[in-house]
């Protein structure tokens, strides 16, 4: 069998070696550059689409979703002066910015440098941004503080050590009890855990393995069943992917991630040649911290106002509707978090923002400053839980707007059910790479292209039920296909009725 095309792109060059002719190429400008050479930018998180010729989306990389305002500001910069102004929270607690050229780039590059900013290593074949929860070392609901881990991390993966993959791989550190990094949707997941020694008892982290919801074979992670202490939480994520490295499937693209090792070689194969590179035995999982799942408690995904363990101060959860921003937006936000907060801001794994430590006198004014009338700390429940793809506007693969569609779908559901106390988890996803995480969502729709009895092609979905990427949880079931808009809404209309409101009128 012949070396498939990703890989003979990565054998014929170190892929971080693009760097120079990127520099190269910004002077000679975008038609210079070899078409065969597009998908080695991605290595520095710039994404060729074809729906936009001739520019870039940027990706950066946002450990943990921690930013300053001042990073957050040159965000904004970079948006509005060479982005059109428009750009997207992700599901991984990161940003994406839009219209990119190729003529800005190193600029841009010099700008993120200087704020300690990077997109090295974001896209293709390689570890994606490492996330963890948003208000690791706020929450009270947190066995330990996972920011640390999460960063570190990070920056040790960095570099050609693991700049060749066999696929791209997911990582999430929380010492969050409420799970709201989704552990088991990651190829390593790290959730917070005890260990009794004795009569003593260790705090640290229980890992799961294998998580990969796109494809046609969705999976959550499984128990790796080992206990880490935060010291070891590196080390061990490093050598996970070392074994990753050397022993994926590079033959066939659609088998490249961590779960079909796992499937080929079992869990304690696996565990096994992990302990080897670790090099030393680990201990065995221990007590689960996490709380029972509740798909619908308010606190979960941290939008609203929460008192942190800091006495006297606060953190504020705004919604950004389906995740999309302006730079203006940024700009007011980065100003708010200085003048309420202390200069920080925290991103969401369900695309939304934190302004942190706002003390309780400042809490009325911030909240009727204007942005918070747009990106609400108090949404509908129908509002709070929608997540979404990027759509066809930007991504090839989608098959609708599903961030135009999904805003509309959820304003019409909320006319019927205005409820804020009842969080209704709604996953939309573009296509079956599931960026939008429609498997794991309690409803979850997946865009399709609909034929009417007339002909015509419309847009419409195939709905997922009863999704939870939780412990004890498990992927959505598909119930509907292939159905119209307009049908979409009968659908998650009738099963938020039988779920909240079983004497309501779902009907209009």
């Known amino acids: 069998m012949g070396m498939n095309k990703a890989e003979a792109l990565k054998a014929s ?25 597009y998908d080695l930018f991605k290595w520095y998180g710039l994404f060729h689409r074809k729906q936009t010729p001739g520019y ?19 965000l904004a910069g970079i948006s509005r002066d060479f982005g059109r102004g428009v750009g997207d929270f992700t599901t991984r607690q990161n940003i994406q910015l839009r219209w990119i ?19 090295q290593q974001t896209g293709m074949d390689n570890y994606r941004n490492v996330t963890g929860c948003p208000v690791a070392g706020l929450s009270q609901d947190e066995l330990l503080d996972g920011q640390q881990q999460a960063v570190a991390t990070a920056l040790s993966l960095l570099g050609p050590e693991f700049q060749n993959l066999p696929r791209k791989f997911n990582i999430a550190i929380s010492g969050c009890r409420h799970d709201c990094a989704h552990a088991r949707t990651n190829d390593i997941g790290l959730i917070p855990a005890t260990r009794t020694i004795g009569k003593y008892t ?15 074979s969705p999976y959550l992670a499984e128990p790796l069943d080992v206990f880490v202490r935060p010291e070891e939480a590196t080390p061990l994520c490093r050598a996970i992917l070392t074994v990753f490295r050397d022993n994926g499937n590079r033959d066939k693209r659609h088998q490249g991630r961590l779960k079909w090792l796992l499937w080929e070689w079992g869990i304690e194969r696996f565990r096994e040649e992990v302990m080897k590179v670790y090099g030393a035995e680990l201990p065995r999982a221990g ?24 006495l006297g101060l606060n953190y504020v959860g705004m919604l950004v509707p389906v995740g999309r921003f ?31 430590n706002v003390p309780d006198e400042k809490i009325e004014a911030l909240l009727a400053e204007p942005l918070l009338q747009t990106w609400s700390p108090f949404p509908s429940g129908i509002m709070r839980g929608l997540v979404t793809c990027t759509g066809k506007d930007y991504c090839y693969f989608a098959l609708n707007d599903t961030k135009g569609i999904a805003l509309a779908i959820a304003q019409a559901l909320e006319k019927r059910f205005p409820d804020t106390d009842k969080v209704v988890r709604i996953n939309v996803s573009g296509c079956v790479h599931a960026c939008g995480r429609h498997r794991a969502g309690e409803l979850g729709l997946q865009a399709q292209r ?14 997922f039920v009863g999704g939870s990427p939780h412990d004890g949880g498990q992927l959505g079931e598909l119930t509907q296909k292939r159905i119209t808009v307009e049908e979409t809404i009968e659908a998650l209309a009738a099963e938020i009725a039988v779920r909240y409101y079983p ?4 009907q209009e």
């Open 56 to 74: 870039f989306m940027l990706r950066m990389r946002i450990s943990n979703g921690l930013l300053s305002t001042r990073q957050l500001r040159t």
């Open 450 to 463: 609909v034929r009417l009895p007339n002909g015509e092609i419309v847009d419409g979905f195939d709905v």
């Open 13 to 37: 060059r170190p892929p971080l070696s693009i760097i120079e002719d990127i520099y190269r190429w910004a002077e000679a400008g975008f038609d210079a550059i070899p078409p065969e050479q």
């Open 101 to 119: 050229e190729i003529e800005n780039v190193p600029e841009l590059f010099q700008r993120l440098h200087t704020v300690g900013l990077t997109s």
């Open 287 to 310: 007590q689960s911290a996490l709380y029972p799942a509740d798909e619908h408690s308010l606190a979960s995904d941290h939008i609203g106002v929460y008192p942190q363990k800091q």
């Open 202 to 216: 260790e705090i640290g982290f229980n890992v799961v393995v294998g998580g990969a919801l796109g494809g046609t």
């Open 503 to 506: 004497t309501a009128v779902v």
């Open 326 to 356: 302006t730079a203006e937006q940024l700009f007011e936000l980065a100003d708010l978090a200085d003048r309420y907060g202390n200069g920080e801001v925290r991103l969401t794994n369900d695309q939304n923002v934190i302004i942190p």
